[in-house]
T-cell receptor, first 108, second 114 residues
């Protein structure tokens, strides 16, 4: 079945550093989305991408929909402690597919 | 506006029992999706309903079923519970305006099967 390969699995960074994570798939998706999940809560939508090559920003977050439609990346600039959490890439389609998540730890 | 609400928050069941989980979408959202999230993993898609019709189904056994009501709320039923069904069950709602892909999640129901 369809699978998303999300990397890295976890990241330990200092406050103020930039972060980059990505997601690849063997399948084409029409939509890529990025979510963040805090402990004990449901995922929260960060960015939605609908066109190949699209680059979208939401505050300190920037995400891109890969040209091949098989990948996407998320960048976080100048990280702060509240960025801690699990970030999921999501391929949107007939069956929504979540990546395994990138666990981000930020040291103040 | 209220977000997606789910009930109950926590639930403990015994193997072989049946469980019903409930979800109320954001007002105006006509689509509801259900996900299973096992500890340490990403959510796995179970069902999506739009306008009371099943729009998508993930790779789950027939023990899992769902329905959507005229007010767009939804129930997820799981029969003959197994230990492996222990997980956080998430409900998400979406609207046609967001292409049905921009989903807003509830806090989940934590199901423990003993």
């Amino acid at each position: 079945g369809q699978q998303l390969n999300q990397s890295p699995q976890s990241m330990f960074i200092q406050e103020g550093e930039d972060v980059s994570m990505n997601c690849t798939s063997s399948s084409i998706f029409n939509t890529w989305l990025w979510y963040k999940q805090d402990p004990g809560e449901g995922p929260v939508l960060l960015i939605a991408l609908y066109k190949a090559g699209e680059l979208t920003s939401n505050g300190r977050l920037t995400a891109q929909f890969g040209i091949t439609r098989k990948d996407s990346f998320l960048n976080i600039s100048a990280s702060i402690p509240s960025d801690v959490g699990i970030y999921f890439c999501v391929g949107g389609g007939f069956k929504t597919i979540f990546g395994a998540g990138t666990r981000l730890f930020v040291k103040a | 506006d209220a977000g997606v609400t789910q009930s109950p928050t926590h639930l403990i069941k015994t193997r072989g029992q049946q469980v019903t989980l409930r979800c109320s979408p954001i007002s105006g959202h006509k689509s509801v999706s259900w996900y299973q999230q096992v500890l340490g993993q990403g959510p796995q898609f179970i069902f999506q309903y739009y306008e009371k019709e099943e729009r998508g189904r993930g790779n789950f056994p027939d023990r899992f079923s769902a329905r959507q009501f005229p007010n767009y709320s939804s129930e997820l039923n799981v029969n003959a519970l197994l230990l492996g069904d222990s997980a956080l069950y998430l409900c998400a709602s979406s609207s046609l305006a967001g292409g049905l892909y921009e989903q807003y999640f509830g806090p989940g129901t934590r199901l423990t099967v003993t």
